[in-house]
């Protein structure tokens, strides 16, 4: 912020050009420089970037405890961290429209490129986008929606979230935008070429538009305080569906699961803290949201379709949510599932025909390495489970799958019964429901709810698990 203040508004006339791009130059500089501390190439990782690596430990520390407290801290960071971006967002909003230039940015934003249109690139990024936003296929909302009520509507969220993440994303890029229009006028280089995706967006623009501010030095804490708690926040929701999942499988509690779970988490990213961490970073935000979230929501989509089955998930759905059924039912079964094939055929004949630029051919490998490698995990826990029961498969892969999305539902609605009933009671009850519900399903299934020893029968009274706490501030979250 401090290297941007020479960009002040004006600065573009006569005389000015010169300390506008010395400005700009700064900020680069800084960024790649004293950051990053950028190598030549992928090929040389140049070791660990030292103060990188220890703020990144930091924040790992941080992931990790929140992981431990369950639930009910991520609701309390939720009410108290939410209203923070949109306050400071619109602080600088009202600074980027008022400035020279930024007309033209935001006509920019709003002009559409119909070649860049008919690339599929284009569009698998924007679906990639989305499902980011919303946290769809990545366990988190499953995770969090299992610790409400079964009789929570869930309709008029999903659209309100959805439309209000969209809203959000569109007032943001109207204020990047107009800063980058600005920034344009002051000095002279084309828009297209200040338009920057990923961190240099954050670390590079918005230290320009903070400079442009009075009490910079305010602007540019309040910033980055924000993007560090949106970053936590994210961090803990992403890591809660393995946490939650290892949790009810091994019987035991968060606070022991979490730290080997957050240590091994640490050290597979240390990657990118080091010198060719760009590099790595750029790779893997190529490829695993391309590729990855499309392929699991498009098998979420045809299992809970056609393996446990649209008709019978949504007549669970409480009746609010009835209205919507045929819509939900036509998008699971047939239109998302046909949008999201085309575009990953496309996308796979695009990287074919031209690969990802400025990167060799086995860093490329790693990149598909990354995107499908997870994928790999869905058979060989198969063939596991298929082995831990003598070869019983119960029905193949769809038997298999069917179990364990009928399990889930059994659980999620034991976990969020009364915790004045005792813990075996539930499980007896969720029991006595599968055994409705499913009558083929394998019994050895029900061996993953394991009871702790203070949860025996006849064992003294104790509050209720860590996974079962805050319920009802993550359905406010």
């Known amino acids: 912020a401090e290297a941007s203040s020479g960009l002040q508004p004006g600065s573009g006339e006569a005389g000015g050009e010169t300390e506008a791009d010395a400005a700009l130059a700064a900020v680069r500089s800084f960024w790649r420089e004293e950051v990053l501390q950028v190598s030549s190439g992928v090929d040389e990782t140049g070791g660990l970037v030292g103060p990188l690596c220890g703020w990144y430990a930091l924040v790992w520390a941080v992931v990790c405890l929140g992981a431990c407290d369950g639930a009910s801290s991520i609701g309390a960071l939720n009410k108290l961290l939410m209203p923070m971006p949109f306050a400071v967002l619109a602080a600088f909003f009202a600074r980027a429209v008022t400035l020279p230039g930024a007309g033209a940015g935001i006509r920019t934003l709003f002009s559409p ?95 320009i538009a903070m ?36 949790c009810e499988r091994l019987g035991t509690t968060a606070r022991r699961v979490a730290p080997p779970l957050h240590l091994l988490g640490f050290v597979s990213g240390l990657i990118y803290v080091s010198r060719a961490g760009t590099y790595w970073l750029t790779l893997s935000d190529h490829f695993v949201p391309m590729f990855l979230t499309i392929v699991v929501g498009l098998s979420q989509c045809l299992l809970v379709s056609f393996a446990y089955g649209a008709r019978r998930l949504l007549e669970s759905l409480p009746p609010e949510d009835q209205r919507l059924a045929p819509w939900w039912a036509f998008c699971w079964q047939w239109l998302l599932p046909a949008t999201l094939s085309l575009l990953l055929l496309a996308q796979v004949i695009h990287e074919g025909s031209s690969p990802f630029g400025g990167f060799p051919g086995w860093a490329l ?22 082995r831990a029961h003598g070869g019983r498969r119960g029905g193949g892969v769809m038997g298999a799958v069917r179990a364990g999305l009928e399990l889930g539902a059994v659980r999620a609605r034991a976990r969020t019964s009364s915790s004045a009933v005792p813990e075996v009671s539930r499980v007896a009850l969720a029991s006595n429901e599968m055994s409705r519900v499913a009558p083929p399903v394998d019994e050895d299934l029900f061996s993953v709810v394991v009871l702790t020893e203070s949860e025996r029968p006849g064992a003294a009274p104790q509050s209720e698990p860590d996974h079962a706490k805050g319920s009802n501030e993550m359905a406010d979250g």
């Not at 990047?176 to 954050?202: C, D, K, N, R, W």
């Open 113 to 207: 490129d119909f070649a860049a249109i008919r690339s599929p690139s284009i569009w698998v990024a924007a679906v990639s986008q989305l499902f980011f936003g919303v946290s769809a296929g990545l366990g988190t909302l499953t995770t969090y929606a299992s610790f409400s009520p079964p009789s929570t509507p869930v309709g008029r969220s999903a659209i309100i979230v959805s439309l209000s993440n969209s809203a959000f994303s569109l007032f943001a890029g109207v204020t990047v935008f107009g800063f980058l229009g600005f920034i344009s006028h002051t000095t002279g280089e084309p828009l297209e070429s200040l338009v920057q995706s990923g961190p240099a967006l954050a670390f590079q623009v918005f230290p």
């Open 211 to 246: 400079g442009l501010m009075p009490l910079p030095q305010l602007w540019a804490a309040l910033f980055f305080l924000m993007l560090l708690n949106l970053g936590i926040s994210s961090a803990v929701s992403m890591t809660s569906p393995l946490t939650t999942a290892l």
């Open 365 to 386: 490998a790693v990149g598909w390495v990354y995107s499908l490698g997870p994928l790999l995990l869905v058979p060989l826990f198969y063939c596991a489970h298929a």
